[in-house]
């Protein structure tokens, strides 16, 4: 069991816009920790999508966005294409357990 | 830019310990704002941070598995290892040695990510 909650699946049609949530707890997110999201393609190692919340590393569109608040964070994609068709998960740090957590993952489809 | 790259046995058998090794090329180890990291992915699932090490040797584990996991570096050799003892078939993952990021932007997100290594306890 994760330390932090996602769905485990959302999916949307081309084009339309989609969010995939990320609930914690005061000793993470709610704690003000960063939160950092991941996109992991089928059989590669997961890529760094989103981090500081909100920001986007280089090559990552514009269409994709980050936000906290409270004990949640969220990320969502808007202009869905088949492309972002992927798994994703969020990260944080954990001050109980002085080390990483992870979001169970949300399995992306495009329909 | 820096790369990781995990080496070691695929295939462990139950009660022994499985030993990986993760060599870190483009940069030091000793250098910078960085922990060196272990996680793993089970079949089909989601990802478990396992342990991490800074360069001075200091460590932090996940507690579900503190009890079987030592972390190592090798500055000489620019490598930090994983040793998991008394494994079982709960054990078969791909793991994956990351860079941890503390600087203040990437406050311990994960910017670098091995290939990931492929181990079966069979």
């Known amino acids: 069991q994760s330390v932090l909650t996602q769905p485990p699946s959302v999916s949307g049609a081309p084009g339309q816009r989609v969010t995939i949530s990320c609930t914690g707890t005061?000793?993470?997110?709610?704690?003000?920790?960063?939160v950092h999201w991941y996109q992991q393609l089928p059989g590669t190692a997961p890529k760094l999508f989103i981090y500081?919340?909100?920001n986007r590393p280089s090559g990552v569109p514009d269409r994709i966005s980050g936000s906290k608040s409270g004990t949640s964070a969220t990320l969502a994609i808007t202009g869905l294409q088949a492309e972002d068709e992927a798994d994703y998960y969020c990260?944080?740090?954990?001050?109980?357990?002085?080390?990483?957590?992870f979001g169970g993952g949300t399995k992306l489809t495009v329909l | 830019q820096v790369q990781l790259q995990e080496s070691g046995p695929g295939l462990v058998k139950p009660s022994q310990t499985l030993s990986l090794t993760c060599s870190v090329s483009?940069?030091?180890?000793?250098?910078?704002?960085?922990?060196y990291s272990w996680t793993r992915q089970h079949p089909g699932r989601g990802l478990e941070w396992i342990g991490y090490?800074?360069?001075?040797?200091?460590?932090s584990y996940n507690p579900s598995l503190k009890s079987r996991v030592i972390i190592s570096v090798d500055i000489s050799k620019n490598q930090f290892s994983l040793r998991l003892s008394s494994v079982t078939v709960a054990d078969t993952a791909i793991y994956f040695c990351?860079?941890?990021?503390?600087?203040?932007?990437?406050?311990?997100?994960?910017?670098?990510w091995g290939q990931g290594a492929t181990v079966t306890v069979s």
């Open positions: 005061s000793s993470n997110i709610g704690a003000g920790y960063a």
């Open positions: 990351t860079r941890v990021d503390t600087s203040n932007a990437l406050y311990f997100g994960v910017d670098v």
């Open positions: 500081g919340d909100f």
């Open positions: 990260q944080s740090y954990d001050s109980s357990l002085s080390g990483v957590i």
């Open positions: 090490i800074y360069n001075s040797g200091r460590t």
């Open positions: 483009g940069g030091s180890i000793s250098r910078g704002t960085y922990y």
